[in-house]
Each structure stands twice: as C-alpha cells, then as structure tokens.
C-alpha cells in the first residue's frame, strides 16, 4: 500500500516536461537509453557529451566514487524506430573506455496524450574497467509509459536486468517545465528549467554479485554465509522495494540544434544491505547535444 500511494503521489503532482522537440540523451548516471517520447516524428541524429560526477545505477553507486565522461549517438527514423550506441570513460583509469552500450528500440503514440518507448540495451565492459557497480548486468529490457495531462506529465518506467542476476526495477518521475520568454543572445535561443522528482522500487539482486566479485565479503556479513562457496543471498535483495528517492535540477541553455545543461542531483538512498553503505549523495552533470536533421 505504501508504494501505491508513492505512486500515487508522484503521478497526481507531476508537472509537464515539455521538453524541446529533438530528441534527448539520457544519462548514464542511471542507465544508458535513449529518453526518445518527446521525439519529432522525423529522420534525425543525436549526438552528446556529458561529465558526471559519479555513476550511479538505479539508486546505487559503488565504494569508490568514479567521475566520467560519456558520449552518445542516436539514430531516429521517421516511422518510430530508434537505435544508440553510448561508451563510458571513467576518468583517472587506464583503460580507453569502460563500457559499451548498444541498444535499440520503437516509439509509439497511442494518441497525443499517451506515448512510450520499448526497447532493448546490451551493456558490454572492458576486462580491465574500473569497478562500477552496473558491470553486473548485461541486458536491460526497458518499457517506458507517458502521459501528459497538459497541465502535468506521467512517467512510468519498467526495467527488467538479466545476466549474472535478475533484476526488476520501477521509475516514477515527476517534473515541472518552465521556459524562458526572454532570450539572451537572439530570437533563437531560450532558457529551459525542468526540476524532477523521481523514485525508483525494485529488485538489488545484482549488490551481491558486486560484492562477490570484488571481494567485499569481509564489509558485509549480513549477505553472505561463513562458506565462501554457498554464498547465502540476503533476504532483503531479492524482495520488491523502495531503493531510492531523488530530486533532479536541471537548466539549459537551447539553441535550435543544440544545448548546454548543467544539472543537480540530490539522491536519497533506502534499504541498503552489505558493503556499499550508499549515504544521501550529490551529483553534477554537464552536458552538451547536438542534433541533426
């Protein structure tokens, strides 16, 4: 019931996300996938750059903290289809890149209201990649839902993660448009700010895996038995819950192909187990996009 009524909450005072009509980059802090329901229904690429401050997967992030840079292209074709590639570049390490993803997927449009994308994203890691903590899973199934009430707009997504461990995962957002009447420099450039608040219930199957494979099991006694080889699963990471809370801040300067964004995120972990002792944390992301059509 408690649940229910998080998602009640969060669908009732959601604000529109008019967002620019071009499609957008999503950010590896939570999962590399294109956030492509407000695309214009027309041939187009996409291409991003963008700094954060720590990875972060699903509310999670690891013991050490692992600032990045990442680039993105996306492919969108006018009758829906939609295909992106992303890599990953932790910085301070040795490695050119630590991970690879490729993906694709459909959008549709059940009326002008109600849209959502599914689609399908292959994580691939280099053997010598620092450590983050998403390099348990390989495959993501995500099925996207939005509704825009004109004064507000829904989202619901659904993620199902499966390679070394099963994991299934709810996002709730719920955010608020505002857009500048002003411009800066001309006629053709605007100001956007689109403050977010999301939650994020699921599975945390893939936190023993992480601890496992990098021999945190002295940091965790409640995960695994005293039998290094009959680990003990804790009872809590298989089970359906509350994994995190956050607050997103983003504003951005728009021109008609491009964008700069600088964003602020506030993220509040619950129901951590085992070694990665998440604590309330802040991230920073810098972002540029271009798109061409």
């Known amino acids: 019931m408690k649940y229910f009524c998080v998602l ?22 939570d999962h590399s996938i294109a956030d ?22 699903f509310g999670r992030t690891g013991p050490i903290t692992y600032p990045f840079v990442s680039t993105d ?36 449009r059940v009326s002008n209201q109600y849209s959502g994308t599914v689609s399908y994203t292959r994580f691939l890691f280099n053997r010598d990649a620092a450590e983050i903590i998403r390099s ?4 993501d199934i ?9 004064f507000a707009k829904s989202s619901v997504t659904l993620d199902y993660l499966f390679g070394k461990e099963n994991d299934f995962f709810v996002t709730i957002n719920t955010s ?7 411009n800066i420099f001309d006629d053709k450039d605007y100001l956007t700010l689109d403050p977010i608040i999301s939650a994020i219930l699921g599975t945390q199957n893939f936190v023993q895996d992480y601890a496992m494979d990098h021999r945190y099991r002295d940091l965790q006694n409640n ?22 809370y956050s607050i997103k801040i983003p ?36 972002t540029f996009y271009y798109v061409f059509y």
């Open 176 to 182: 608020k448009h505002f857009e500048s009447s002003w």
């Open 223 to 244: 995960i695994f038995s005293s039998n290094p080889n009959n680990p003990q699963q804790a009872h809590d990471n298989s089970m359906f819950n509350a994994l995190n």
């Open 8 to 29: 009640l909450f969060l669908i009732i005072c959601n604000a529109s996300n008019t967002a620019l009509a071009k499609l957008r980059v999503f950010t590896v802090t």
């Open 73 to 108: 292209v996306i492919y969108n074709t006018k009758g829906g289809f939609f295909a992106y590639a992303s890599v990953l570049k932790v910085l301070g390490y040795n490695p050119l890149f630590d991970e690879l993803d490729l993906g694709g997927g459909y959008l549709y």
């Open 36 to 57: 492509t329901d407000t695309i214009v229904r027309k041939m187009s690429v996409s291409a991003g750059v963008n700094y954060g401050s720590d990875v972060q997967f």
């Open 136 to 139: 348990e899973s390989a495959n």
């Open 251 to 286: 504003i951005a300067y728009n021109r008609p192909h491009y964008s700069f964004e600088f964003a602020y995120k506030y993220s509040i972990p619950v129901n951590v187990e085992g070694a990665l002792m998440n604590r309330h944390e802040s991230f920073y992301n810098l």
């Open 142 to 150: 995500n099925w996207k839902n939005s509704y825009d009430w004109k």
